[in-house]
């Protein structure tokens, strides 16, 4: 007699519609021949024979599962607890904009004026370069076109907590004069750090301070069960789809389910009871799409320009990353098909296999190389014409718990449990990827967002999207941008960022 799980109210489940609207689906059973039978229209034992069965259905395909494929391929971090301190370390900041204005005086020193946040950059000894004010000769009577004011850092106003400098190259009221004066510097002018400059018996300097703000990450406990009756098992020869096919099937849809999280989860815990145990915490990992530091949105169809771009971004930034995989929805990937690179023959697309062996695209650019790879659950998630330009370098793997298998006997009945437990997460690391979003959601907050304007006018109305920074590809001559320099509205005017 087969023995089989026991339902609340001594019935079967029905079958369930799949993917393509096809009732093959009984999730959550045991693997018994009553079950196969109702998910086959009611087959009865010793007539279920299916010849023409499609084993590729049941293999392990990683390129169905892009994301989870690239995490185990990644950085493997062995952790003690399911609560992990992780830090995106970003390169240090160079640049900064002054707050206020500095006018010309005939002081020597003067107080640079920045925002609180910006205050601890520039360090004692340090030198900066003030962008578009123009320096003076050396007798400081004539001022030198072109060549940019610096500045000397000598002390920190105790008052404020702003630098306090003087010009290394700045008007002199005589020729004879050692010090120069103020010059006049206008408000949300960019500065940038040089070296520091030591006096002459100098050693000890101020330490380049570098604390990262850590990110608690959750790793989530993720299980799959599969339980097979004895009688269904000692069946197998009138079966095609034996133990190990129903095996890869259930991995396969667990392998889905894990990426679908590994995109989209978001982070929380909390507590439930377990008999017997009492009081357990459950924790849900923080998916992919809500770590990316940096947002690229390109209205319109997709262009050569707003490819380069986008390469441009992901690898002039301060944190270089050695290759990039861009995966993407399907609509996202048709639309980059269409991109017409005959105008420029020194970018060249080919196609070929990446290291983890998938075959892609490859756009190579003078910046670096693009892999294009489609990433079918982008599209489950609804993200069809988004996708994630991501360096495969700067992902970590955090495993809290090494994965097992397991095989028990169910007990008080004719049946073996197996399954599998994993409890991971996914990081990135470094703030070099770009989420591309093509879905006209809400961002994710990102440090950065970007939108690949290839207009000659700047937006206006409808198109001037608030707290987003535009990317010049053409430039636009209106505001004074250059292509591929990149600005923010402020509510009354542009301002290059």
């Known amino acids: 007699m087969e023995e089989t799980l026991k339902f609340p109210n001594g019935t079967q489940p029905a079958a369930v519609d799949g993917s393509a609207n096809l009732k093959t689906q009984l999730p959550g059973v045991a693997s018994t021949v009553s079950n196969a039978a109702a998910a086959t229209g009611g087959i009865a034992p010793g007539n279920l024979v299916e010849p023409d069965i499609d084993e590729q259905l049941f293999m392990f395909q990683s ?57 601890p ?16 000769s050396e007798d400081g009577q004539e001022i030198t076109y072109g060549k940019e004011l610096m500045l000397y850092v000598t002390g920190i106003d105790s008052a404020s907590g702003n630098p306090i400098v003087r010009a290394i190259n700045g008007p002199k009221t005589s020729r004879t004069d050692l010090y120069c004066t103020t010059p006049a510097i206008p408000a949300g002018t960019r500065i940038r750090i040089l070296a520091n400059a030591l006096y002459e018996t100098q050693k000890e300097v101020e330490p380049d301070l570098i604390v990262p703000k850590p990110e608690t990450i959750y790793l ?15 069946q197998r020869k009138h079966v095609p789809f034996t133990q190990s096919v129903i095996a890869e099937q259930a991995i396969l849809n667990f392998k889905r389910a894990g990426n679908r999280t590994l995109w989209a989860g978001r982070k929380g815990k909390l507590s439930v009871k377990v008999p017997k145990l009492g009081d357990q915490l459950v924790y849900f990992t923080e998916g992919l799409r809500w770590q990316f530091k940096c947002e690229a ?15 441009k971004l992901f690898y002039t930034g301060e944190d ?54 489609r990433e079918p659950t982008l599209d489950t998630l609804g993200w069809s014409n988004s996708g994630a330009l991501i360096a495969d370098d700067r992902l970590v793997h955090y495993t ?27 990081a990135l690391k470094g703030t070099c990827h770009i989420w591309i979003n093509g879905d006209g959601e809400a961002m994710a907050s990102p440090e950065k967002s970007f939108v690949l304007w290839d207009k000659a006018e700047a937006p206006a109305g409808a198109e001037l999207l608030e707290d987003r920074s535009y990317y010049f590809i053409k430039g636009c001559l209106p505001i004074g941008a250059t292509p591929g320099s990149t600005w923010q509205y402020d509510g009354s005017d542009w301002n290059e960022i």
């Open 63 to 119: 390129e169905d599962t892009a994301l989870m494929s690239m995490m185990l391929k990644s950085r493997k971090v062995k952790v003690s607890s399911p609560e992990v301190e992780h830090y995106m370390i970003d390169g240090q900041r160079s640049v900064f904009n002054t707050l206020g204005e500095v006018k010309a005086g005939p002081n020597a020193q003067f107080v640079l004026p920045l925002s609180v946040n910006d205050q």
């Open 220 to 234: 989530q406990k993720r299980g799959m069960n599969q339980i097979v009756s004895d009688y269904f098992d000692a």
């Open 400 to 426: 809290y718990a090494t994965q097992h298998e397991f095989s028990d006997r169910v007990e008080g009945e004719e049946a073996t449990r197996r399954g599998m437990v994993v409890w991971d997460a996914l």
């Open 121 to 136: 950059i520039p360090h004692v000894n340090h030198t900066l370069l003030v962008s578009g004010v123009n320096g003076c």
């Open 297 to 311: 949105t390109a209205l319109g169809n997709w262009t050569i320009e707003k490819v380069m771009a986008l390469a």
């Open 320 to 373: 270089v990353p050695r290759r990039a995989t861009l995966l993407a929805g399907k609509h996202l990937l048709e639309q980059l098909q269409y991109v017409d690179f005959s105008s420029h023959p020194e970018v060249h697309v080919m196609a070929t296999h990446n290291p983890l062996g998938w075959a892609v695209t490859r756009i190579h650019t003078v910046f670096g190389d693009i892999d294009i790879k």
